[in-house]
């Protein structure tokens, strides 16, 4: 599997997770212990995962070194238009809901795993 394989899968794979929970009618989820806003968490976490994820992605040239164009083309993507969409959505799954304050959750995850990868490729992680 190449290096770029190997980024991809994990990213195609919890970018599926992500959409098949987002976008399953609400009556189909299971029921799970809860506290104040713990959805709120629960999209931070899932976005921040997929934005880190696919920050991976093509984004680093045989030296290593940051292809900009394409960070910033996937941050855009994965952060922004793809969080705000399938929050979007949910307002025509049933038993789901459109909310503001879960774009708001959506976009500062996604911001997250973007800072997380940044960090990391300055540190010369082998995570990225």
Known sequence: M?????RLLPAI??????LIALLTPGNNLPKTPTFPHADKLVHFGIFAVLTFLWCRVGTLN???QLDWKKLLTNLLVFTIIFP???EYLQKYIP???FEYEDIVANLVGGLAGFVVFFLLYKAKSRLV
């Open 2 to 6: 190449s290096l770029n394989n190997h």
């Open 13 to 18: 794979i919890w970018l599926v997770i992500v």
């Open 62 to 64: 045989a030296e290593n």
């Open 84 to 86: 705000i969409l399938v």
């Open 95 to 97: 038993k789901r809901s």
